[in-house]
């Protein structure tokens, strides 16, 4: 029987109440005045007047409770074939050491520190190195290029980078020092400490006085037992920055803060995600996304967990069972991954053939997020897999779920298509255009009740009028998430599409409105629109037209090319942007509005609605015959 009605209830009834129980699961060095301020911040703050560390919580508690012993990370990487742990007890002298450094290098309270490497244990140990000094950590994807690091550069203003040589794709090595080289110089600005981990497989040069050799100065500090007491913050205070997409080339600066985040994701792992201290969970995304954050590193070891950090794909490292052998060598108890990640397998190895040879007697349940999922994929997992398959819907700016099946209070039935029903904390409704609430069934606009439940964001770094504009304005009272779609008679929740212009191409969040920005930007490009086209693998991938100058003088083919490369140095290989189609024009409304959701339908082969607004409806046709020319319908 799950418990899961009677504890929404009781969060809905006495919300305060709620959470001043859930906080006691936290270390304060001082409790809150107020578990929730709402004359405080934008929309009010939780655990007002409290001070804490994340770092505490998260390594030294746990070794001072006497659980030092316990494994606290284990690295899995196939792409270099090795596999290391480290004990909670090993961890914290690890973060002590880096703190040391960091302090060294001048970090104090406040202060910015990003985060740009693979996906190795010294990422998580900077993490919360940074969180023990009280400073401000914001990391980014290896998967951006060098002009989205210096964005974030621009913005976060850090004092040390902490980075390494280089990153090791299956099929080839990613240069995060030379990227990192040229974003500091396309920033701009005060130089700041290079933090560098050199790898073997490849190294780097380091510019004197500007880089620092990880290993060495963290050796050091290790050699004399650095210790560095933790720095007592508000609650309130930022943990991190990260960045996520917008709707234009300027990406959002997500807040999080201390206080409430320790809370939400501890309770999360209890009751969401049904784990005890001591269990190993695996979150199969990276440091850079929030899933990375949440529940590759603050989530798990909040809660005393083994955290799996896995340095390799769900196929070709080496093959379609990776995701099967994780789970036995580590005794996995509960995985958490994207839905394109099981497509890529199931594609591969479509009878689960490979999931046969080895031992998952320790898993107990799947969790999936980041897009949709498809009744198909979860269906063929709960049959191969046997065991439960539970979707959940969040976003960078909640820090976790906002719904879902929170196997912790007892499984609820699964309903495909949903992720399920709302968490304790959101009060979710579904309204349409003019800010009313439609009946069950019906699409709309999903929005949260404010105040946000602990962990949501509180403002965006540098950028308050964004964050009012962007989240609180069209509807007043309530933080819309920019996502359409309905509630049921039962509650549960169908997320069916975005209603601004980002995309999900492999549960990497990305603007096609950055993208059209980079198109246009080309000398012979008058005018361009990106759609996101679904793709089998990858969910959807972005399809773009533009519509040549009249004086152009390069080829298409020319034109085609440069874009594709531009848009994978400007924002990253992890766009995947391949496909740029030419047109005469582009679909527009009377008022000039280009029709990308009626272009995207067209690309899909899919049946749409004239627009009643279009100025002229032969344009359709035009796109239709430009993408069969192109062999795309
Ligand atoms: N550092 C540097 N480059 C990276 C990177 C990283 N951390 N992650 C991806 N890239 C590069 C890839 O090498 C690829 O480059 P290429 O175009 O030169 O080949 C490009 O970015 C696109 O990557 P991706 O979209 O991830 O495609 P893929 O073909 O490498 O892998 C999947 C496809 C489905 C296997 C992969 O996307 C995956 O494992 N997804 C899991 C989902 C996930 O982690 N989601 C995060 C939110 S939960
Ligand atoms: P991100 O901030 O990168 O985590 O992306 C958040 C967005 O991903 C959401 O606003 C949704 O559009 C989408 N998303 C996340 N989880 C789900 C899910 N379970 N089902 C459908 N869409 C999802």
Known sequence: MSVYRQVYATWKADPVAFWEEAAKGIDWIKKADRVFNPDSGIYGRWFDGATCNTCWNCVDRHVKAGDGNRVAIVHDSPVTGQVNSLTYAELLEHVNALAYVLRGMGVKRGDRVIIYMPMVTEALVAMLATARLGAIHSVVFGGFAAAELATRIVDAEPKVIVSASCGIEPTHLVDYKKLLDEAIEIAGGETPKCLILQRERQRCSLIPLRDFDYLDEVGAALDVKAYVACVPVAATDPLYILYTSGTTGQPKGVVRDNGGHMVALKWSMENHYGVAPGDVFWAASDVGWVVGHSYICYGPLLHGCTTVLYEGKPVGTPDAGAFWRVIDDHRVNALFTAPTAFRAIRKQDPDGKLIGRYDLS??????????????????????????????????????????????????????????????????????????????????????????????????????????????????????????????????????????????????????????????????????????????????????????????????????????VKSVRETIGAVASFRTVVPVSRLPKTRSGKILRATMQKIAEDADYKLPAAIEDPAVLDEIKTALKARGLL
């Open 362 to 563: 320790t898993f107990r349940t799947l969790f999936l997020a980041g897009e949709r999922s498809d009744a198909s994929t979860i269906r063929w997992a709960e049959e191969k897999l046997g065991c439960p398959v539970i979707d959940h819907w969040w976003q960078t700016e909640t820090g976790w779920a906002m719904s879902g099946n929170p196997v912790g209070l007892g499984a609820l039935p699964v309903k495909y298509g949903s992720p399920g029903l709302p968490m304790p904390g959101y009060d979710i409704q579904v309204l349409d255009d003019d800010g009313r609430t439609v009946p069950p069934g019906d699409l709309g606009n999903i929005v949260v009740k404010l105040p946000l439940p602990p962990s949501g964001t509180p403002t965006l770094w540098n950028a308050e009028a964004r964050f009012r504009k962007a989240y609180l304005e069209d509807f007043p009272g309530y933080y819309a998430t920019s996502d359409a779609g309905f509630m049921d008679e039962d509650g549960y929740i169908f997320i069916m599409a975005r209603t601004d212009d980002v995309i999900n191409v492999a549960g990497h969040r990305l603007s096609t409105g950055q993208m059209e920005e980079i198109i246009t930007a080309h000398p012979d490009i008058a005018e361009a629109a990106v759609v996101g086209r679904t793709d089998e693998t990858k969910g959807q991938l972005p399809l773009g037209f533009y519509v040549m100058n009249d004086n152009a003088t390069s080829d298409p083919e020319e034109i085609e090319r440069e874009l």
